[in-house]
């Protein structure tokens, strides 16, 4: 258990529709990374926060969009789902030794 | 600009046979890098980490990884595989990005089987 909770852990959803993935860090963890995993484009890195504000950008679509919280929590949006956003989602952590990230168990996104 | 191959997609060994997972990276900068290991179902778990300490980096599990410079190269080993081992397994690069942050890139990940 790396300390990195996610909710939902299952979302099964229609084409259109928006979502909202929710992210707590490790206790203590001041940055938050998403990723998505799907079967054709592999792990792709979307975004970073650092304390409430973004600091990197990877392949993230302008229909997605996250936030940091002041409690730290993270939340990924996700809207005018289409088929191909159908993956999982990760969120990951990382505290004083801020390249090594720890992992939470996903959320599988499932857009019908 | 960054990249990571992963050289194998596949690789399978028998169990207390070696295992090799290789990895080739780019980067502008001096890197970190990194194996993680995802079992089915499961997040990713981080296994070792490279950060210009030590060229041979030891991992979880009895994994190590050795960084080679003049090879760009920073591939996985283990002496002797358990049946546990079978998983995925990412080769990662991690960058600087500017404003504080890191830009992380991922390899297409090696899936390993183990036969008993």
């Known amino acids: 258990d790396s300390g990195v909770t996610q909710t939902p852990k299952h979302l099964i959803t229609a084409t259109g529709q928006r979502v909202t993935l929710r992210c707590s860090p490790r206790?203590?963890?001041?940055?938050v990374y998403w990723y998505q995993q799907s079967l054709d484009q592999g792990l792709q890195f979307l975004i970073q926060y650092y304390n409430g504000e973004e600091r990197a950008k990877g392949n993230i679509l302008e229909r997605f969009s996250a936030q940091q919280f002041p409690d730290l929590h993270s939340e990924l949006n996700l809207s005018s789902l289409e088929l191909g956003d159908s993956a999982l989602y990760f969120c990951?952590?990382?505290?004083?030794?801020?390249?090594?990230?720890?992992f939470g168990p996903g959320t599988r996104l499932l857009v019908l | 600009a960054q990249s990571v191959t992963q050289l194998d997609s596949h690789v399978s060994v028998s169990e207390g046979t070696p295992v090799l997972l290789r990895c080739n990276y780019s980067s502008s900068y001096s890197p970190s890098l990194f194996w993680y290991v995802q079992h089915p179902n499961k997040g990713l778990q981080l296994l070792l980490k490279?950060?210009?300490?030590?060229?041979l980096v030891k991992g979880i599990n009895g994994f190590e990884a050795e960084f080679k410079k003049s090879e760009t190269s920073f591939h996985l080993t283990k002496p002797s595989a358990h049946m546990s081992d079978a998983a995925e397994y990412f080769c990662v690069v991690s960058d600087p990005g500017g404003t504080g942050g890191f830009k992380t890139i991922f390899g297409a990940g090696t899936r390993l089987f183990v036969k008993a």
């Open positions: 990951a952590s990382s505290g004083r030794d801020r390249e090594t990230q720890y």
């Open positions: 206790s203590g963890d001041l940055s």
């Open positions: 490279y950060t210009s300490a030590a060229t």
